[in-house]
């Protein structure tokens, strides 16, 4: 019983306020009386399926998986501005793409959901992304893939 009260708060929290990490989620519930770890709510989380979205104010926020649509759930170039893309370098053969905090993985699989021929994959972190190219693509190459997925990027 307490549990699925308790997963009905975070629904509820989730729903009401932009939250972007388990730390103020956390604060939210304790202030509404419950008193969980990180570990318990990380795994409430995943059985309610929550995901994070971008959001122009915090980064990402949570949201739940009954709230997107299929097209809320595949980023696009309206909810996945390539003006999170700060800039692209070069180091031997890899491109490395900075964005702003928190938008890396979501513009990585943008980029992977292209599949374009001169781009082998992407590996993401917070807010720099390994572009791994597929030979014998140059940097040119991969510049103008680049330009076409993310149209604004100066690239």
């Known amino acids: 019983m307490v549990k699925n009260s308790r997963k009905q708060e975070i629904k509820r929290v989730i729903l009401s306020l932009k939250i972007s990490n388990q730390d103020e989620l956390l604060e939210e519930l304790r202030k509404l009386g419950y008193e969980l770890t990180q ?68 513009v990585a699989i943008y980029i992977d959901s292209h599949h374009a021929k001169e781009i082998a994959g992407t590996i993401a972190g917070d807010d720099t992304i390994l572009i791994i190219p597929r030979e014998p693509a140059s940097h040119d190459d991969v510049r103008r893939a680049l330009k076409k997925i993310l149209p604004s990027i100066s690239a």
């Open 39 to 106: 570990a318990t709510l990380s795994r409430d989380l995943k059985e309610l399926g929550v995901a994070k979205m971008p959001d122009n104010e915090k980064g990402y926020i949570y949201v739940l998986p009954e709230k997107m649509g299929m097209q809320e759930r595949m980023p696009t170039s309206l909810n996945m501005p390539s003006v999170s893309v700060l800039s692209l370098e070069f180091s031997y053969q890899f491109g490395i793409l900075r964005t702003l905090p928190g938008f890396a993985s979501s």
